[in-house]
């Protein structure tokens, strides 16, 4: 495994967002070029990383995608449609880009809701040199019941002193013994994983190298098999409720907030 021993300065580290885009999706074909208010979903996601980032790229593998993203124009790059991950195709497009650059942000492209400030959070990461991978993390409030919190499609993690992840789980952690279930929110600041990511560039590349674990296949969480690989994960802090579209009926939930703005 790379040791980082990088002594650069978050202002001097060099970061770039990279934005995986598939048009095949088993819920929500075309998923990237929905329209939401006049722009296509994928617009709306790079205009909003852009915000924090000066390099910004869409990594797909599909041509329409391409195509939509150069028209309003932003930048593109097809890449394999045999990539199991974002994590993939991300490198894929790093290794592609001609410029150079430390840090690579991967923002999910089904999030037109995502904050310039999360993604500044991920960079704050990275203050410390021996940060290999950041991630975010959003606090359940004690408005949240016990059915929110134990929904198998919203993970959680745990951390330890250092903010670095310990685990992460579609399962409630930690169970709280000898407590009823209804209290535990109220009892302990149980954390909700926010899907984005950030990685070292050589860590990035140590990543799409290895082979998927047993955790990562129990839980069907990929940052598992990074854990399991001695990887480490810095955890940033976000009070930002995220909203991601999986479906069209998450589609419609959303529309409203762009048009009225």
Request: charged share 25%; net charge neutral; glycine share 4%.
């Amino acid at each position: 495994m790379t040791k980082i021993l990088t002594t650069k300065t978050l202002k001097s580290l060099r970061f770039v967002g990279i934005i995986p885009a598939r048009y095949a999706s088993s819920r929500f074909p075309g998923k990237p070029l929905v329209d939401i208010g006049g722009k296509t979903m994928i617009q709306r996601v790079y205009e909003q990383v852009l915000k924090a980032i000066t390099e910004v790229y869409v990594a797909t593998d599909d041509q329409r995608i391409f195509d939509a993203v150069l028209a309003f124009g932003g930048k593109a790059i097809m890449t394999s449609d045999q990539h199991k991950s974002g994590t993939d195709r991300c490198y894929e497009a790093l290794t592609k880009i001609t410029s150079t650059f430390d840090v690579v942000i991967n923002i999910q492209g089904d999030e037109p809701f995502i904050k310039p400030e999360q993604i500044k959070t991920l960079q704050k990461c990275f203050d410390d040199p021996e940060t290999q991978i950041a991630t975010l993390a959003k606090v359940f409030t004690p408005k949240d019941d016990f059915d929110t919190l134990n929904n198998p499609n919203s993970p959680k993690l745990i951390i330890n002193l250092k903010n670095e992840a310990l685990y992460f789980s579609r399962s409630v952690i930690p169970y709280i013994r000898g407590t009823k279930t209804e209290k535990w929110i109220s009892l302990h600041p149980y954390l909700k994983h926010v899907g984005i990511y950030a990685f070292r560039a050589d860590i990035l590349r140590e990543l799409t190298l290895l082979e998927q674990s047993p955790l990562e296949i129990s839980e069907s969480l990929e940052q598992l098999r990074w854990l399991e690989n001695g990887y480490r994960i810095k955890v940033g802090f976000t009070d930002i409720e995220t909203i991601g579209i999986d479906t069209p009926k998450d589609l419609e939930k959303v529309k409203i907030p762009f048009l009225t703005n």
